[in-house]
């Protein structure tokens, strides 16, 4: 069975720093690898996905995320965080052809004026 | 023109009691899902329906029961409520051959 593991469970900034998001996950085939957000209060909304092909994959919001397959990695990054960047991530990963997706315990972020 | 919709949005019960989650999508998607996410904001799998027919059952207790009457609707049914089942139940839904997830927007279950 998959599994996932983010690093970071808090995460603290002042706006324009930029932001990496630590994402690991175990699983020995292919994957879809994917980051979630949830801005507080709301329902997840997907950032971005990586499916196949280049491994440096653009969002929404200015996000990417950079797939490194042998390290089994999926970190996510922005240049320069908002105050409106304040969230809870989600990074997620579903083997090929199974259709279930298992999230990791995701991050808060919590971006400060 | 909602995707992913739920009713209730909060639900507020005593334990003991049966209570029943509604979610629908009009994204003509495929495969339907039900997540539980706990006070730690820990996201889990619970059911999901392909075109109607169960495919994941995570290990969950028999008072959950699933019911999915077509393809756009997947509903949710509590027995016996207990104090352990207060979380967020989200509904989500994916289109066929494909796993990214459109959720709703929550259900807030709290059993008193």
């Known amino acids: 069975a998959q599994s996932v593991s983010q690093h970071n469970h808090h995460v603290i900034l002042s706006e324009a720093a930029s932001l990496e998001l630590g994402c690991n996950y175990s699983y020995g085939g292919t994957v879809n690898l994917f980051w979630y957000v949830q801005y507080p209060g709301q329902h997840l909304q997907l950032l971005l996905k990586?499916?196949?092909?280049?491994?440096l994959v653009k969002g929404i919001k200015g996000f990417e995320a950079e797939f490194i397959k042998s390290k089994f990695s999926f970190n996510l990054r922005k240049p320069s965080v908002q105050w409106s960047d304040t969230a809870e991530y989600f990074c997620?990963?579903?083997?090929?052809?199974?259709?279930?997706?298992?999230f990791g315990t995701g991050t808060k972020l919590q971006v400060i004026p | 023109d909602t995707a992913v919709s739920q009713t209730p949005k909060y639900l507020v019960t005593q334990m003991g009691n049966d209570k029943s989650i509604k979610c629908e999508q009009n994204?003509?998607?495929?495969?339907m899902y039900w997540y539980k996410q706990d006070s730690k904001k820990f996201l889990k799998i619970m059911f999901s329906y392909n075109n109607k027919e169960l495919i994941i059952n995570e290990t969950v207790p028999n008072r959950f029961s699933p019911k999915s009457p077509d393809k756009a609707h997947l509903n949710l049914h509590i027995n016996s409520l207990e104090l352990g089942d207060s979380a967020v139940y989200f509904c989500?839904?994916?289109?066929?051959?494909?796993?990214?997830?459109?959720f709703g927007p929550g259900t807030r279950l709290t059993v008193l």
């Open positions: 997620a990963v579903s083997p090929k052809g199974y259709q279930k997706v298992t």
């Open positions: 994204l003509g998607h495929d495969t």
């Open positions: 989500a839904s994916s289109p066929a051959g494909e796993d990214t997830q459109y």
């Open positions: 990586y499916f196949s092909g280049d491994p």
